[in-house]
């Protein structure tokens, strides 16, 4: 069974820096294929992804926070950390991680399908002074 | 970026009946597409992978269709337990991108 549980402040200040944790369990970033990443969602908002890290060391990230955001991965604790620098009260809301899988679906496939089948509890991020 | 459009934003609807939240990709997909269901709250739940797969443990009254732009999910008969914002997401290039949400009420 895949768990996974985000970790971090819940309030921080315009400018600073957030770190969020994803401690995981039931599978390892070290396993071919496997992926974790990070999606958000304002306050009564749609779901923005952010994120991902393979576990071939490949990271993608979002364009409109490419310059801010930094993913990394730690084998050996079963982590995922994501940094986010110069914060804005536009960075509110709930910040989730997410285990990806990923495979041929259909026959008509060129390259393997990515779904997100495991998230976790979200971590409210609140940006204020 | 590939822009991902749902109708309708919101949708009111009776137990028992048969639904169906549409969701256009503005250039052609394929079939990489999922469906996400999110109660308040909560943490969205995958549905359906590329278009037309029932994620495992997911009620039979779920289902999806389409390929290149246009897709759908249908909930054949409307339990309680499926009030609730639906979002199809798409995986067929990056940036991973997100429909803005259907918002589904008694």
């Known amino acids: 069974q895949i768990t996974l549980k985000e970790s971090g402040p819940t309030l921080v200040k315009p400018t600073q820096t957030l770190t969020l944790t994803c401690t995981f369990s039931?599978?390892?970033?070290?396993?071919?294929?496997?992926?974790v990443g990070w999606i958000r969602q304002p306050p009564g908002k749609a779901l923005e992804w952010l994120a991902l890290?393979?576990?071939?060391?490949?990271?993608r990230y979002g364009p409109s926070l490419k310059n801010r955001l930094t993913i990394t991965g730690d084998t050996s604790k079963n982590q995922a950390v994501l940094t986010l620098t110069n914060l804005d009260p536009v960075d509110t809301g709930t910040y989730y991680c997410?285990?990806?899988?990923?495979?041929?679906?259909?026959?008509?496939?060129?390259?393997?399908?990515?779904?997100?089948?495991?998230w976790g509890q979200g971590t409210r991020v609140t940006v204020s002074s | 970026d590939i822009h991902m459009t749902q109708s309708p934003s919101s949708l009111s609807a009776s137990l028992g009946d048969r639904v169906t939240i549409t969701c256009r990709a503005s250039q052609s997909i394929r079939k990489y597409l999922n469906w996400y269901q999110q109660k308040p709250g909560k943490a969205p739940n995958l549905l359906i992978y590329g278009a037309s797969n029932l994620q495992s443990g997911v009620p039979s009254r779920f289902s999806g269709s389409g390929s290149g732009t246009d897709f759908a999910l249908t909930i054949g008969s409307l339990q309680p337990e499926d009030f609730a914002s639906y979002f199809c997401q798409q995986s067929y290039s990056y940036p991973y991108t997100f429909g803005q949400g259907t918002k589904l009420e008694i």
């Open positions: 039931g599978f390892s970033l070290s396993t071919s294929g496997v992926g």
């Open positions: 997410v285990h990806r899988r990923w495979g041929y679906v259909d026959s008509g496939d060129h390259y393997p399908q990515s779904w997100f089948d495991a």
């Open positions: 890290i393979f576990w071939d060391g490949d990271k």
